[in-house]
């Protein structure tokens, strides 16, 4: 036990490292403005009375004018000093009504921001541990109608800003979906401000701008669309209550026999030795497996939440000595969480909204011509962030393989991690029957997880990844010395797949890259902090997974050849995808290969769509089978059912 708490302080140590020299440079801006007297020129009389001297600036050095303004409006904003609303006062007075309105409006919430996000970083996590159990209706009001409380939050004036962006900050709320409702929301008082800033000499006073009529239009504006909101709302339930389509109900939670004998060998057999803890943020908080089954009634809700915390890597699994399976006994629960409708859907808006969308008529496809045994599955990260290596890595696979067809689709590994199986089954088992009924009988994939799915649950087909395929051009030459040495991130669905992992680092060697092994690799390789959609629940317990590898990095550039790792590693540690290494060797000689920033991604599986569409020589086309996943038995009773 020891041990795993001392791995969990090394673990976090840097991250408590961070927030005390944050607080420091903090402090340390504070002194600088109220000790210099800054806070005393923003003021009404003191703007008034410097005006004709900062337009002359503005007529003048126009650029200059707007960065010093921005320097100094910004950090007034996102610290909460004296002078926000001077300051958009002299924005209207030096650009005017549409320009001041304009730099103010996206300045503003950027500095909103940064705010709510320097909260979030210094007090959510101690917060929300301190009082979970309260904050679970809360948080889960605040991920199903945020936008709509914040929105009317922003329209109201007399709710000081820094107030809503100190505990917006404590909330789940996302910063993106913070960014455009303050963007909007603020945009009214913003335009007031401005305006009225145009007229600076005739003010006198900050109190004259909001009248008390103003202040009731603004708040009746607010209170607008939540109250659409939960009409909506109540117009659902009741026709949901008219139709009685039988949905599943929350009910009192039984384990199945299944997890309670899986409960107590683990209290039997785990010695805590604290071997799994050492490298896991999730462990290390909660204690051994043995801690974790004894102090913890899975059937009480207080409880449910450690399941969904869990990134389901399997490291805990490779490095025990008595072989238990703790990440098994989570998705155990999780399955039982949702058959007994305990399972909060809301929080996993964002990510089962990709997934549904990956799989209807819009995104996906089944390019498979005539008398084709062999499909290229490269999933839903890659297309969308990658589109033109796809494309390639298409092309590339089709020089061995001429009637290679391609499906693009989803397999649908989120809802099978959050513990969705009934509707999981039935919509893979759709897309297999599909494949199979068209005479498919590989699979060739890009993402680690597919490869996961399909083993698992692809009865009939033989999966491959393209990693085993593929091979290095001789003619494009070794990478520049530029890409010095770097160390290869296994993902953690590859952890047992050998074959992979050397042909893997086959390329790589190929490439001319020096390679540095790391650690934990192979079977002992780290999770992401992607895993098991961890950071939608405990963002703290997956950034510090994306920080331990970047530690054991060594500063070294990774490579990986997982769309996500990528992605969720790059904001730690530059972190490339050996697809693109391999098909954009142009691009890697200058550093510069691109990857497609959300939204755009989506952008990109249609262009990636159409191109193959008028590339494969198909006997018929056929869409994937969206509708039809929607009429197998028990898929609709059990989407209801995580409602």
């Given at each position: 036990?020891?041990?795993?708490?001392?791995?969990?302080?090394?673990?976090?140590?840097?991250g408590?490292?961070?927030?005390?020299?944050?607080?420091?440079?903090?402090?340390?801006?504070?002194?600088l403005?109220?000790?210099?007297g800054?806070?005393?020129?923003?003021?009404?009389?003191?703007?008034?009375?410097?005006?004709?001297?900062?337009?002359?600036?503005?007529?003048e050095?126009?650029?200059?004018?707007?960065?010093?303004?921005?320097?100094?409006?910004?950090?007034?904003?996102?610290?909460?000093?004296?002078?926000?609303?001077?300051?958009?006062?002299v924005?209207?007075?030096?650009?005017?009504?549409?320009?001041?309105?304009?730099?103010?409006s996206?300045?503003s919430?950027?500095?909103?921001?940064?705010?709510?996000?320097?909260?979030?970083?210094?007090?959510?996590?101690?917060?929300?541990?301190?009082?979970?159990?309260?904050?679970?209706?809360?948080?889960?009001?605040?991920?199903?109608?945020?936008?709509f409380?914040?929105?009317?939050?922003?329209?109201?004036?007399?709710?000081?800003?820094?107030?809503?962006?100190?505990?917006?900050?404590?909330?789940?709320?996302?910063?993106?979906?913070?960014f455009?409702?303050?963007?909007?929301?603020?945009?009214?008082?913003?335009?007031?401000?401005?305006?009225?800033?145009?007229?600076?000499?005739?003010?006198?006073?900050?109190?004259?701008?909001?009248?008390?009529?103003?202040?009731?239009?603004?708040?009746?504006?607010?209170?607008?669309?939540l109250?659409?909101?939960?009409?909506?709302?109540?117009?659902?339930?009741s026709?949901?209550?008219?139709?009685?389509?039988?949905?599943?109900?929350?009910?009192?939670?039984?384990?199945?026999?299944?997890?309670?004998?899986?409960?107590?060998?683990i209290?039997?057999?785990?010695?805590?030795?604290?071997?799994?803890?050492?490298?896991?943020?999730?462990?290390?908080?909660?204690?051994?497996?043995?801690?974790?089954?004894?102090?913890?009634?899975?059937?009480?809700?207080a409880?449910?939440?450690?399941?969904?915390?869990c990134?389901?890597?399997?490291?805990?699994?490779?490095?025990c000595?008595?072989?238990?399976?703790?990440?098994?006994?989570?998705?155990?629960?999780?399955?039982?969480?949702?058959?007994?409708?305990?399972?909060?859907?809301?929080?996993?808006?964002?990510?089962l909204?990709?997934?549904?969308?990956?799989?209807?008529?819009?995104f996906?496809?089944?390019?498979?011509?005539?008398?084709c045994?062999?499909?290229?599955f490269?999933?839903?990260?890659?297309?969308g962030?990658?589109?033109?290596?796809?494309?390639?890595?298409?092309?590339?696979?089709?020089?061995?393989?001429?009637?290679l067809?391609?499906?693009?689709d989803?397999?649908?590994?989120?809802?099978?991690d959050l513990g969705r199986?009934?509707?999981?089954?039935?919509?893979?088992?759709?897309?297999?029957?599909t494949?199979?009924?068209?005479?498919?009988?590989?699979i060739l994939?890009?993402?680690?997880?597919?490869?996961?799915i399909?083993?698992q649950?692809?009865?009939?087909?033989?999966?491959?990844t393209?990693?085993?395929?593929?091979?290095?051009?001789?003619?494009?030459?070794?990478?520049?010395?530029?890409?010095?040495?770097?160390?290869?991130?296994?993902?953690?669905?590859?952890?047992d797949?050998?074959?992979?992992?050397?042909?893997?680092?086959?390329?790589?060697?190929?490439?001319?890259l020096?390679?540095?092994?790391?650690?934990?690799?192979?079977?002992?390789?780290?999770c992401?902090g992607?895993?098991?959609?961890?950071?939608?629940?405990?963002?703290?317990?997956?950034?510090a997974?994306a920080?331990l590898?970047?530690?054991?990095?060594?500063?070294?550039?990774l490579?990986?050849?997982?769309?996500?790792?990528c992605?969720?590693?790059?904001?730690?540690?530059?972190?490339?995808h050996?697809?693109?290494?391999?098909?954009?060797?142009?691009?890697a000689r200058?550093?510069?290969?691109?990857?497609?920033?959300?939204?755009?991604?989506?952008?990109?599986r249609?262009?990636?769509?159409?191109?193959?569409?008028?590339?494969?020589?198909?006997?018929?086309?056929?869409?994937a089978?969206?509708?039809?996943?929607?009429?197998?038995?028990?898929?609709?009773?059990?989407?209801?059912?995580?409602?």
């Amino acid at each position: 036990m020891s041990q795993s708490i001392a791995g969990g302080k090394k673990l976090l140590s840097s991250g408590v490292a961070g927030k005390v020299a944050l607080v420091l440079g903090i402090v340390a801006v504070l002194a600088l403005f109220f000790g210099s007297g800054l806070h005393q020129h923003l003021t009404l009389a003191s703007i008034k009375s410097s005006q004709a001297d900062l337009q002359q600036l503005y007529a003048e050095r126009p650029w200059l004018a707007v960065g010093g303004f921005l320097a100094c409006y910004l950090p007034v904003v996102v610290l909460n000093l004296p002078g926000a609303a001077v300051l958009g006062l002299v924005a209207g007075a030096l650009f005017g009504t549409l320009a001041g309105t304009v730099l103010i409006s996206f300045a503003s919430t950027v500095g909103a921001t940064l705010a709510c996000a320097l909260s979030r970083f210094l007090f959510r996590d101690p917060v929300q541990r301190r009082f979970a159990d309260k904050l679970q209706r809360v948080n889960a009001g605040i991920r199903e109608e945020g936008a709509f409380y914040l929105f009317t939050l922003r329209l109201l004036p007399v709710i000081p800003f820094f107030v809503i962006n100190l505990v917006m900050g404590l909330t789940p709320i996302r910063l993106s979906t913070f960014f455009w409702v303050s963007q909007l929301g603020m945009l009214p008082a913003t335009l007031i401000y401005v305006n009225a800033g145009s007229q600076l000499g005739q003010l006198d006073s900050l109190a004259g701008i909001l009248s008390p009529g103003l202040l009731a239009a603004l708040a009746l504006l607010g209170l607008f669309p939540l109250i659409a909101k939960r009409g909506l709302s109540w117009y659902r339930r009741s026709q949901a209550a008219m139709g009685q389509r039988g949905e599943s109900t929350a009910g009192p939670l039984l384990l199945p026999e299944t997890i309670s004998s899986q409960l107590k060998s683990i209290d039997e057999l785990c010695d805590e030795c604290g071997a799994c803890a050492k490298a896991c943020a999730f462990l290390s908080h909660y204690g051994t497996p043995k801690a974790i089954a004894r102090g913890h009634d899975f059937s009480r809700p207080a409880s449910q939440a450690i399941a969904y915390e869990c990134s389901l890597c399997g490291l805990c699994t490779a490095v025990c000595p008595k072989k238990l399976d703790p990440d098994r006994l989570f998705l155990l629960l999780r399955r039982a969480y949702v058959t007994a409708g305990h399972f909060d859907r809301s929080v996993y808006r964002t990510i089962l909204g990709y997934e549904k969308r990956g799989r209807t008529k819009l995104f996906s496809w089944q390019g498979i011509p005539a008398g084709c045994d062999t499909v290229f599955f490269p999933g839903c990260n890659l297309p969308g962030s990658r589109m033109a290596t796809t494309l390639r890595l298409y092309e590339e696979l089709r020089r061995t393989i001429p009637n290679l067809g391609v499906v693009l689709d989803c397999c649908s590994k989120p809802s099978h991690d959050l513990g969705r199986q009934a509707y999981f089954t039935a919509v893979f088992d759709q897309l297999r029957q599909t494949l199979l009924h068209k005479g498919v009988r590989r699979i060739l994939v890009a993402c680690p997880n597919c490869l996961k799915i399909f083993q698992q649950y692809g009865e009939g087909l033989t999966v491959q990844t393209v990693y085993e395929s593929l091979e290095v051009n001789p003619a494009a030459g070794p990478l520049p010395a530029v890409w010095g040495t770097v160390s290869v991130h296994d993902p953690c669905a590859m952890r047992d797949s050998t074959e992979v992992q050397q042909a893997v680092r086959r390329l790589v060697t190929g490439l001319g890259l020096d390679q540095l092994e790391m650690k934990h690799r192979g079977r002992l390789t780290l999770c992401c902090g992607e895993g098991g959609m961890v950071a939608a629940v405990r963002p703290a317990f997956a950034r510090a997974w994306a920080k331990l590898r970047g530690r054991e990095s060594g500063g070294r550039r990774l490579v990986s050849y997982c769309a996500g790792c990528c992605g969720f590693l790059g904001r730690v540690v530059p972190t490339v995808h050996l697809a693109d290494l391999l098909l954009q060797p142009e691009a890697a000689r200058k550093d510069s290969i691109s990857v497609t920033p959300t939204p755009f991604t989506y952008l990109q599986r249609l262009r990636l769509k159409r191109r193959l569409r008028q590339t494969i020589p198909l006997a018929g086309q056929r869409a994937a089978s969206s509708q039809e996943i929607q009429s197998c038995p028990g898929s609709a009773a059990s989407d209801n059912a995580n409602h």
